[in-house]
């Protein structure tokens, strides 16, 4: 019999990308007293920018932003490449002493609290790194993001398997594979298809972005000037603040705006597009169906999609895809696109909490029936917190007040000698809705399965930073409708 006792931890970190080296940080800054630990599914930390490997991969949204307020991005390049923002992470992480709490390979399975324990015990997936398959601890923080990390979403495709070439979706990218000098289809329009075009068409013989849909597509330089000017005038933390808030503010103003004078934007958005295409504008590319914001704008830095689009290497194509054919993509209106490689950018699949099963006193739970209380607990789930970012705005800005808070609640608890903290939710005073306002069809292809949002405060998810401010920040964690014993 193995009587090795089991291992235990004030809090547990599980995700070790962006929100858990957030977390991480907040818990030995703001709780100096507690033990924690990071619990990392994969073999190394970054999450999303260490999974993510295809060509031009970077961020969607300023690095003044999605970087911590903790550790300054000192490089005026607001939208940075991939590999930078995962070694920003890892310098992060080292600067900290946050590399040394993080336990990689140990994925969890299956939390499951204890009334009778008030604790959480942790099943861990088992491999040669982990040495304890069963971990318990007095609090729960999930930082694993949202989406499936091993696979992405895939529509059903007519053909799909007559095409002779290369298929590959950007999530499954390999340094091995090869579009120089080839026909490149990149199937999508977000965030991720218009980075790939403009920077796979620097190789390849002509790459065609494939949309049914069209995106809003906005131009921004790269490097921030305003960042620039700061950082040679004053030093690191006040320069890298004033950008942030100046960041911060724009991308609230252009979303206040969006929502107030749609019209007005679209026309905008569309008019910057045309004077940087010219001749080769056409108005069904940038024309979509929707408001803007209704989903996600693309960025593009220093307008690198449309100098392609100009230059005749990239091509944007408006159509409905009829099946896909030996020799590349046959589309509704009978034109047939030639390819040697497709990209099929088709979006993500949402995975909450990692693909965790959750159990509270015996009985699992189901997400759909909870809510979010501040967009950072679920009702009646005792010691237990998430992290989840804007879909307006950079991610870290959300997860890092979502952090701090959890830090105001564990020493809250610990001031009044409280073991366990529940939120509740009252049905009579909020009606319940989505938890997210937003298209996007990654989040309507599993809305049903997303916990739910109330009709006002504290259980309503507003996606604004100064309100999450208020709500976070500048409150005590003690309102009626946390439940402490």
Known sequence: MNNTPIPFYDVIVVGAGLSGIGAAYHLQHECPGKT???????????????????????????????????????????????????????????????????????????????DAE????????????????????????????????????????????????????????????????????VVGS?????????????????????????????????????????????PVKWAYTIVRWKNVLLGLGLYKASRKWPNAIRKFIQK?????????????NFDPPYNPWDQRLCLVPDADLFKSIKSGKAEIVTDTIERFTEKGILLKSGNELPADLIVTATGLKLKLLGGMKVSVNGVEGNSADTHAYRGVMLSDVPNFAFTVGYTNASWTLKCDLSCRFV????????????????PRFDSKRFASEPLLDFNAGYVLRELNKLPKQGSKHPWKVYQNYVRDLMSLEWSGPDDEFLEYR
């Open 118 to 185: 008030k604790l959480w015990t942790l099943s861990i997936d088992q491999n040669e790194a982990v040495k304890h398959t069963t971990l318990k601890c007095r609090f729960l923080m999930m930082c694993s993001g949202y989406y499936d990390y091993e696979n992405g979403y895939l529509p059903e495709f007519a053909g799909y398997n007559d095409f002779k070439g290369s298929i590959v979706h950007p999530q499954k990218w390999t340094s091995g594979i090869n579009y120089e000098n080839k026909r490149v289809i």
């Open 407 to 422: 830090t105001k609640v564990l020493n809250h608890m610990d001031k009044n000698k409280y073991t366990v903290c529940v």
């Open 272 to 284: 910057e597009a045309k004077k940087q295409l010219g001749d080769k504008y056409e108005q069904k």
């Open 36 to 114: 924690f630990t990071v619990l990392e599914g994969r073999s190394t930390m970054g999450g999303t920018w260490d999974l993510f490997r295809y060509p031009g991969i970077r961020s969607d949204s300023d690095m003044f932003t999605l970087g911590f307020p903790f550790s300054p991005w000192e490089n005026p390049k607001a939208i940075a490449d991939g590999p930078s923002i995962l070694q920003y992470i890892k310098d992060t992480a080292s600067k900290f002493g946050i590399d040394k709490k993080i336990q990689y390979c140990h994925k969890v399975t299956h939390a499951s609290w204890s």
């Open 190 to 234: 977000g965030a991720t298809a218009v980075t790939l075009v403009p920077e796979m068409a620097k190789k390849a013989s002509k790459v065609i972005m494939l949309q049914r849909t069209p995106t809003y597509i906005m131009t921004l330089p790269s490097v921030d000037k305003v960042a620039g000017f700061f950082q040679k005038i004053l």
